[in-house]
Nanobody
């Protein structure tokens, strides 16, 4: 059975950096767009970034542009989210998800994503 597992979350001070990983097992990520989403307490899940299956296209939410970078390594069946200049408002559970057709992912739309991990908590606090 396929599984996505996020890792790399933790507590970081404002201005700090973290790199999240999303590792797939039981299936290949190659043909899928991969998105990162986040959900803060009391808020709806929102799209953060997406990378197309061939890594030719990337999309970022306005709130993270210039600070976050998405990448993928198909040989390792893994996607990454490098987060820099973190702010307290980046605090959330971060999820990765797959999208075979890519349309939902590239629109940063949680609804329509195919398969989700269980998330990793990122806390940005002094």
């Amino acid at each position: 059975q396929g599984q996505l597992v996020e890792s790399g979350g933790g507590l970081v001070q404002p201005g700090g950096s973290l790199r999240l990983s999303c590792i797939a097992s039981g299936f290949s990520l190659d043909a899928n767009a991969i998105g990162w989403f986040r959900q803060a307490p009391g808020k709806e899940r929102e799209g953060v970034s997406c990378i197309s299956s061939g890594a030719h296209a990337t999309v970022y939410a306005d709130s993270v542009k210039g600070r976050f970078n998405i990448s993928r390594d198909n040989a390792k069946n893994t996607a990454y989210l490098q987060m820099s200049s973190l702010k307290p408002e980046d605090t959330a559970v971060y999820y990765c998800a797959t999208d075979f057709y890519g349309s939902s992912c590239l629109l940063l739309r949680p609804r329509g994503m195919d398969f989700w991990g269980k998330g990793t908590l990122v806390t940005v606090s002094p």
